[in-house]
């Protein structure tokens, strides 16, 4: 009887050691799972996890603006119905165009190419022409002796009579009544000039690309 009471005495022994180890693996456990997961502090939502945004969470924000507002531009009076579109298509990939500050510009071109080609100072003519054109207009100036007594007395008119897209490009094409004055006597001059610009460069500036006399 002895015997098996002091066997029953490391048998209970042995049990509370199990207990004792077991509860410390337990709390080890839960120790590092608070270090891993941390703890809640009550201002959670339930049910929903917490999480940082992330960038692709964030980026459909920039839908919410709504659409572009697309810029109507006003065509100049005289411009022919079915060029309307063109110029919109070309206000479009340009945000700063504008018909009437074009035709402005236009003018004034006319201008200086007319006086710089009379003159013969086909130099004056660079940032206005493109290369093609400047050649045909250096030509036609060594093929003449002198300067041309030709004056430009006004501009009577300007009209968008063609406009397009061609890729990048944005063309246009203007017809120019003036009054020209030749050797002192004025004369009607009728032409139809073709600008073009890079829409996506940095440059502003119109190049004339094409020449026509429209008598």
Same mark, same amino acid.
């Given at each position: 009887?002895? /015997? !098996?009471?002091?066997? &029953?005495?490391?048998?209970?022994?042995?049990?509370?050691?199990?207990?004792?180890?077991?509860?410390?693996?337990? +709390?080890?456990?839960? !120790?590092?799972?608070? &270090?891993?997961?941390?703890?809640?502090?009550?201002?959670?939502?339930?049910?929903?996890?917490?999480?940082?945004?992330?960038?692709?969470?964030?980026?459909? /924000?920039?839908?919410?603006?709504?659409?572009?507002?697309?810029?109507?531009?006003?065509?100049?009076?005289?411009?022919?119905?079915?060029?309307?579109?063109?110029?919109?298509?070309?206000?479009?990939?340009?945000?700063?165009?504008?018909?009437?500050?074009?035709?402005? +510009?236009?003018?004034?071109?006319?201008?200086?190419?007319?006086?710089?080609?009379?003159?013969?100072?086909?130099?004056?003519?660079? *940032?206005?022409?493109?290369?093609?054109?400047?050649?045909?207009?250096?030509?036609?100036?060594?093929?003449?002796?002198?300067?041309?007594?030709?004056?430009?007395?006004?501009?009577?008119?300007?009209?968008? /009579?063609?406009?397009?897209?061609?890729?990048?490009?944005?063309?246009?094409?203007?017809?120019?009544?003036?009054?020209?004055?030749?050797?002192?006597?004025?004369?009607? *001059?009728?032409?139809?000039?073709?600008?073009?610009?890079?829409?996506?460069?940095?440059?502003?500036?119109?190049? !004339?690309?094409? /020449?026509?006399?429209?008598?």
């Amino acid at each position: 009887m002895v /015997t !098996l009471s002091k066997a &029953n005495d490391m048998s209970d022994g042995g049990s509370w050691i199990e207990i004792v180890l077991l509860a410390m693996l337990a +709390g080890f456990i839960g !120790l590092r799972l608070v &270090n891993v997961l941390g703890k809640r502090t009550g201002d959670e939502k339930a049910g929903v996890p917490s999480r940082a945004a992330s960038p692709a969470a964030i980026a459909p /924000t920039a839908n919410r603006a709504g659409p572009v507002v697309r810029h109507l531009v006003a065509v100049p009076a005289g411009t022919a119905a079915d060029v309307a579109p063109a110029l919109q298509a070309i206000a479009d990939a340009d945000g700063g165009f504008d018909p009437a500050k074009f035709l402005g +510009g236009a003018q004034a071109a006319y201008r200086m190419i007319l006086d710089a080609f009379w003159a013969g100072d086909a130099a004056a003519m660079a *940032g206005l022409v493109s290369d093609e054109v400047l050649d045909h207009f250096r030509v036609a100036i060594a093929h003449r002796d002198t300067a041309l007594a030709h004056r430009l007395v006004g501009i009577d008119a300007t009209v968008l /009579t063609a406009a397009r897209m061609v890729g990048q490009m944005a063309e246009v094409t203007v017809r120019f009544e003036a009054t020209i004055a030749v050797d002192g006597v004025p004369s009607a *001059g009728h032409d139809v000039w073709t600008f073009s610009r890079h829409v996506g460069g940095a440059d502003p500036a119109w190049l !004339l690309i094409a /020449t026509d006399a429209d008598a």
